[in-house]
């Protein structure tokens, strides 16, 4: 079989959805993986206020957005998360918060959401592999955690960090990504209003495969950069290691901005395939920062964008 490089378009992107689905149930007929169309675990409901920041365009459903996911920890096939994630145990869950802050600590997650007014925020959401959909997140701006905790006036990025756990991750026991997932932002990105930490979809808590129990969301970069189920952010002077960018630094820079003039070097970001689109829809236009250029652009100006891809 051939090794798929991270990042390629995998077999679902590139089959016809008829092929896709006979897939999936020889793969079922042969007993190889429950695929996440059986019902998962309840999920407790959240309730949200709407928030002036959402897209007027239609959501993706819940199926496609929790049966259609890239959470390596979990399998990189897009199926693998559904049918994986479900054994991640999410409580009890905390936050470590280091580096240049006034109130550093290790917080429960509970206590980092006492306080805050959950938003639904319906965002764009744009792959660097040239699929999207749309997603009616719940959650709260990362500005809010970050002025509760105090940012130093040196503090010029936040990295974060996924949970490193391969007793229940088994994409971990793998090599290829140097464990665990890492992330980060300038600190100007990581406190714009869009940026979110969402802990739910719909009108749920988050599904494990979408990064529960709290992931970032940054509507107007390549999805990679929304980093899942985060146990510790830092801040710091430095501009902080990535794990895409590590793996293949010529293809996936630390900015990652969506901007269809700048082509991966495998493939073109000018147009895109919105998931669960159907058969016959062609496909869309890549917006410039994802639709986002208003809220956004001034954040980069004078900036190289192709150099600083
Ligand atoms: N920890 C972690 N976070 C991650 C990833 C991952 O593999 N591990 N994949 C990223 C990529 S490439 C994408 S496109 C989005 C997918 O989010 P979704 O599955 O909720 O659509 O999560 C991002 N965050
Ligand atoms: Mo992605």
Redesign the pocket.
Known sequence: MRKIRPGDPTWADVTPKADFLNRRQIMAGAGALALGTIAGPALAKINAAPSKYSTDAAPNTLKD?TN??????FGWDKTD?AAHAGQLVTDPWSIEIDGMVDKPGNYALDDILKPVTLEQRIYR?R???AWS?V?PWIGFELADLLNRVGVQPGAKYVAMQ?LLRPSQMPGQKQGGIDWP?VEGLRIDEAMNPLTILATGLYDEEMPN???API?LIVPWKY??K????IVKISLTDKMPRTTWNQLQPREYGFYANVNPKVDHPRWSQATERRVGAGLFAGREPTLMFNGYEDEVASLYTGMDLRKNY
């Open positions: 957005i259609y996911n890239n959470f390596y920890e998360p959401f792959c660097v592999e959909m997603v996924t997932y495969q979408n990064g992931r999805g990679f929304s980093i899942k189920s």
